[in-house]
T-cell receptor, first 115, second 114 residues
């Protein structure tokens, strides 16, 4: 049973456009929602993360929007660049302080940004 | 500062063989974990550890053993390899700082079981 569902599976965006990736979760005990970026042949790297006490977090061109009542969160990449082409994973965990090792990941989105 | 180091990078096994995937971190993190990554399924947690001497099962622990005798090392053992264990394996270490839990992943071990 996939507790975190991610869509779309793949996404093609033109340079300068906005990339939007969505995730939905089922476990209401989740209290930490990170996004990871993975390039081919590399391990995932933390991109940005949010706790459920805020509805939005922005870091540079990357924004997480969080809707607790809908149990959904999304990643927005503004002014998308070819260097953003990678696989993006949403994730979630519960018991924030002690959950450092226990992430539940979405299926991943392959983002391609065309020049 | 090497971060999280995984060895080997690639491995081919025959069904029934056993092997150990090595993971070491030099950041003095208490939390370490093992994930497997399969196409279309994201990463799934195999085992994790909250400190030396303490380990627990994740989502897909069957066929794998772990131990944590030191803070630095967290090896993953495949007892009797099966084709279903063909995957890319990632080790991670993490710490909590303020409102973020920051995980560092190794570069992965690509395993094929024939």
């Amino acid at each position: 049973q996939q507790q975190v569902k991610q869509s779309p599976q793949s996404l093609i965006v033109q340079k300068g456009g906005i990339s939007i990736i969505n995730c939905a979760y089922e476990n209401t005990a989740f209290d930490y929602f990170p996004w990871y970026q993975q390039f081919p042949g590399k391990g995932p790297a933390l991109l940005i993360a949010i706790r459920p006490d805020v509805s939005e977090k922005k870091e540079g061109r990357f924004t997480i929007s969080f809707n607790k009542s809908a149990k959904q969160f999304s990643l927005h990449i503004m002014d998308s660049q070819p260097g953003d082409s990678a696989t993006y994973f949403c994730a979630a965990s519960e018991g924030f302080e002690a959950s450092g090792s226990r992430l539940t990941f979405g299926e991943g989105t392959q983002l391609t940004v065309n020049p | 500062n090497a971060g999280v180091t995984q060895t080997p990078k690639f491995q081919v096994l025959k069904t029934g063989q056993s092997m150990t995937l090595q993971c070491a971190q030099d950041m003095n993190h208490e939390y370490m974990s093992w994930y497997r990554q399969d196409p279309g399924m994201g990463l799934r947690l195999i085992h994790y550890s909250v400190g030396a001497g303490i380990t627990d099962q994740g989502e897909v622990p069957n066929g794998y053993n772990v131990s944590r005798s030191t803070t630095e090392d967290f090896p993953l053992r495949l007892l009797s390899a099966a084709p279903s264990q063909t995957s890319v394996y990632f080790c991670a270490s993490s710490y909590t700082s303020g409102v973020q839990n920051i995980q560092y992943f190794g570069a992965g071990t690509r395993l094929s079981v024939l």
